[in-house]
């Protein structure tokens, strides 16, 4: 009799190739599935940094006006069109002293909304120093000019308006002389920013901000 013998069946070429298939196929839907949430993880984290820079850009725009100082020895408040100038107090500490800031939109980098600060003032030919600075750094900036600008926000346009007078107007606007004399700092500034399309948030966004005199200490 002869003895039971067991015969042992191994994969077919075909059957290797098949499974090696299958398995190619799960790496790649899968690897697109991780690729697709990395993807949508980034820009969402993107988004994400846009507004955080435009609510810091705000703050410190409200901040800035806030903190405006009013001289007979030199200009407070001064917008040529093109560059709002501001002499502000220092925020460090309270011998940080005066320093000037200056908001602007460059035109000839796509558009950004920049703010520029000066170092903290010591003298009134410092002030005078840096106020020239902020109006050339507005037209033709420098590398050391630029060193002390911070870009925000992407804008297609933006506009000002102060308030006086009971009304908005342009600041660079005159309706003739007038017998009641206007003070350097208006009762409020409206800044109209367009904000550019593919942002996280784009359109208009008015910000208004009222003289703390004015409205009670806030703005």
């Known amino acids: 009799m002869l ?3 067991r015969h042992s069946r191994g994969f077919t070429l075909i059957e290797l190739l098949v499974a090696i298939t299958v398995m190619a196929l799960m790496a790649i839907l899968s690897w697109r599935g ?6 949508a993880q980034a820009q969402t984290q993107a988004r994400a940094d846009e507004v955080l820079v435009l ?5 410190q725009w409200k901040a ?4 405006l100082s009013e001289s007979s ?3 407070s408040l001064d917008w040529d069109g093109r560059v709002l100038r501001m002499t502000r107090r220092g925020s460090a ?3 940080d002293g005066l320093r000037i800031v200056a908001w602007t939109r460059r035109t000839d980098s796509g558009g950004p909304w920049l703010r520029w600060q000066s170092p903290p003032l010591a003298t009134l030919g410092d002030w005078q120093s840096s106020w020239l600075q902020a109006e050339r750094w507005a ?8 060193k002390r600008e911070v870009s925000l926000i992407a804008l297609d346009e933006w506009q000002l308006f102060y308030f006086r007078g009971g ?8 309706d003739g002389p007038s017998t009641t004399p206007q003070p350097a700092i208006p009762e409020g500034i409206r800044a109209v920013l367009t904000l550019s399309a593919g942002q996280a948030i784009s359109g208009r966004l008015t910000l208004d901000w009222v003289r703390p005199t004015v409205g009670g200490g806030k703005s």
Do not use: H, V, Y
């Open 139 to 146: 037209q033709n900036p420098g590398d050391e000019d630029k």
């Open 64 to 67: 800035d006006l806030d903190a």
């Open 3 to 5: 003895p039971n013998t």
């Open 167 to 174: 009304a908005w107007s342009n600041p660079l606007s005159s």
């Open 93 to 95: 500490s309270a011998g």
């Open 55 to 59: 609510q810091s850009g705000i703050a």
């Open 73 to 75: 020895q030199f200009s």
């Open 34 to 39: 991780l690729d697709g949430m990395s993807r």
